[in-house]
């Protein structure tokens, strides 16, 4: 399953793609590959199958232009690094996740 659309030049330039993560878990590739879609990061798939009974590894491509970008990116996710939208929210109010969740 390919995430680039080629009859739009949707290539990388160098035409290279890199490994960047893989897994034998298909949610946590979906997680992964969520990830860096969400950072704008064109992602291909490779070993995802469809289906009812979804098996076996997948492993996650990207250009070779955004590798470095790609794997700063599931390092923080994996460390936590990462926050989620309600914490900074929270944050930038100046309180807790609870205080924010509990205004009274």
Known sequence: MTHFDLSAGDVPASGR????FSSSSIPEGLLAKGLLESEGISVFVK????????????????????????????????????????????ETAGGSEEEAADPG
Request: net charge negative; no cysteine; aromatic share 6%.
């Open 17 to 20: 793609l890199v490994l960047v």
């Open 47 to 90: 070993g995802e199958s469809e289906g009812p009974y979804r098996m076996g590894p997948v492993y996650l491509f990207v250009p070779e232009e955004v590798e470095v970008q790609a794997r700063l990116a599931l390092a923080e996710a994996a460390s936590g690094a990462r926050s989620t939208a309600h914490s900074d929210v929270a």
